[in-house]
Every structure is written in structure tokens, then in C-alpha cells.
């Protein structure tokens, strides 16, 4: 997330504010024009908070928060957020899924603009495995590990007692990653696709253990 304000631009725009990204913070801070990418210091008004409404989706279960934002931060859909809810004492990293404001879904947005926030959690998350044996047999298998978890294409995984061996992971965008060695997050894994490893398997992998 990046944090976002209007004001004027003394190389491209003295007289009329534009966006700019700011740089730093405190009592000199700096600014990047997002219209010409000149850098210069500026005069900020102090930013207020705003409570952001935010539904959390956590297995099959969502539940409704509370949190304190910047109301210059940008929020977007795909980015992610901490949320910190200090009724409940939650605190919990999320996926942001969707944004809501002024009534309509949007894809970005000011802190200050956005009515709701839908996140899917993402300090733990199951990831599903469609597991092949042989040329017919596929089972879905569950692992659940912590959203940082890493998954490597063409290592072995070890799910229970089963060990697998990844030939490509479908990523929440619909793109695959099927290339030896390409690393995906858990939290951002659709769906992984792989291989049972029979028993005196030649085949080797890097062998990665149980949650």
C-alpha cells in the first residue's frame, strides 16, 4: 500500500493540484509527482483515521472486524492488509478480495472512500492438492500451512503420510506455474497439481516435510 495526495507540482503543475506519491514522511517530507516524476519537498496536512469495516473470510467461516487506516492509504484489490481490531484484540493478516464504495464494487480506493473491505485470511490457509497415480486415479488432498508457506515446482511435498512430488501450481489469478523451481506462496495458490511417488521412486526432490 502506498499513500497518496493531492497538491500542486512546481514542475508541471504550479497552479493546479495533482496526484503525488509521498516519499517521506515527518517534518521534511518529500513527494514523487505521479504526473512528471519530479521529486520535491512539500507541506502536508496532518492525516486523520477512519474505521474500516472489514469481513474476513477464514475457512468456511467470515467474520466482521474493525480497523484504523491512514485515510490518504490507497487500498487494492489483491494487496494486503493487517487487520487490527482492538475491540476484539484480532489481529490478523488478509488477502483483500474486493473493495466497496459508494455503494458499487471497485477495484481501488482512498481509506476514507471505502465502506467495506472483503479479505480472505491468510496467516494460515488450506491448499488443495489434485494428486495423480498412475495414468487414471487423481485424489484431492489438504495441507494446512501458514500463508508464507513456500511451494516449489518440481520438489517433493509431504502431505501426512503422502509424499508428492509438484508438476505445476494454478496461481488465484488463472495463470500456472509449471517451470522447475518456480516458487508460489501458499496464500496465493489455487490449486496445486502433482504426482503420488511410488515407494523404491528413483525420482528425487526437494523433500520438504510436514506442517
Not at 122 to 147: H, L
Not at 184 to 198: D, E, H, N, P, Q
Amino acid at each position: 500500500m502506498i499513500r497518496e495526495i493531492e497538491i500542486e507540482c512546481p514542475s508541471c503543475s504550479p497552479q493546479e493540484e495533482v496526484t503525488h506519491e509521498v516519499l517521506k514522511e515527518g517534518q521534511s517530507p518529500l513527494v514523487r509527482c505521479m504526473e512528471c516524476g519530479q521529486v520535491h519537498p512539500a507541506k502536508m496536512k496532518t492525516p486523520k483515521n477512519v474505521r474500516l469495516k472489514v469481513i474476513v473470510s477464514k475457512m468456511d467461516v467470515s467474520n466482521t472486524f474493525k480497523t484504523e487506516l491512514d485515510s490518504e492509504t490507497v487500498l487494492q484489490v489483491d494487496d494486503e492488509l493487517v487487520v487490527d481490531d482492538e475491540e476484539s484484540g484480532i489481529v490478523c493478516p488478509i488477502l483483500i478480495t474486493s473493495l466497496e464504495a459508494g455503494g458499487k464494487r471497485v477495484n481501488a480506493g482512498k481509506a476514507e472512500e471505502i465502506e467495506t473491505v472483503w479479505g480472505r485470511a491468510i496467516d494460515e490457509v488450506t491448499v488443495k492438492f489434485s494428486a495423480q497415480e498412475g495414468t487414471e486415479k487423481t485424489e484431492v488432498i489438504e495441507k494446512r500451512v501458514p500463508g508464507d508457506y513456500e511451494f516449489v515446482v518440481g520438489a517433493e511435498e509431504k502431505v501426512g503420510n503422502t509424499r508428492l512430488f509438484i508438476s505445476k501450481i494454478k496461481v488465484r489469478d488463472g495463470n500456472f506455474r509449471s517451470r522447475k523451481g518456480d516458487v508460489v506462496l501458499a496464500k496465493y495458490v489455487k490449486r496445486i497439481f502433482a504426482r503420488k511417488k511410488r515407494e523404491g521412486s528413483g525420482q528425487r526432490g526437494s523433500s520438504r516435510g510436514p506442517w
